[in-house]
């Protein structure tokens, strides 16, 4: 399953690495990260305002996937939900969201106020702290680390085959 995490995000990272300067490589394997990330975790039916309800991944603060995420999205499903891109600006705003992207310049009372049964993505390496998971540099590449703790406590469940692939694992 690691080999298969890995050559999708690869094959995500090919169509994007000659993309020019608005879709730099390291945005592209960030954006690549997120929308795999959803697959390796479970939402528990409340998380989701009906039963044909999308599956949304919301941008909060400085947007810096532009539209490599909403491509990389474009088509995909999560179990059986369409997937959608949304920027969100406050708190109100972002409950339906089932994953939070935390960017530079968040205010604090969002990511406070991310509801219960959100999947929340910082960028550790761009000086965004907090979240569930977080994305960081190491040996020059881009790698996450995760706090399972703070997943149960909103009543995710990450698998444990992503929890393998984390650098660190808070419990």
């Keep these: 399953m690691r ?3 890995r050559s999708i ?3 995500m990272v090919a ?3 000659g993309a020019g300067p608005a879709a730099p490589l390291e945005q ?4 690549s990260y997120v929308t795999k990330f959803a697959p390796f ?3 528990p039916a409340a998380a989701f ?5 999308p599956f949304l991944i919301c941008l909060s603060g400085r947007d810096s996937f532009g539209p490599v995420i909403d491509d990389l999205a474009r088509g995909q499903r999560v179990r059986g939900r369409p997937v959608q891109v949304r920027r969100v600006a406050d708190a109100a705003s972002a409950g339906d969201c089932q994953i939070l992207v935390i960017g530079a310049g968040t205010d604090g009372a969002l990511v406070e106020g991310a509801g219960k049964s959100m999947l929340t993505i910082s960028d550790k390496s761009a000086g965004v702290d907090g979240g569930m998971i977080r994305f960081v540099r190491q040996g020059g590449r881009i790698r996450f680390e995760i706090d399972n703790g703070a997943a149960r406590a909103a009543h995710l469940t990450i698998s444990s085959k992503l929890l393998e692939l984390a650098v660190t694992v808070n419990p």
């Design 41 to 43: 975790v479970e939402w």
């Design 15 to 17: 169509v994007y690495a």
């Design 28 to 31: 592209a394997i960030k954006a």
């Design 9 to 11: 995000v690869g094959a």
């Design 3 to 5: 080999r298969c995490f």
């Design 49 to 53: 305002a009906g039963p044909g309800s």
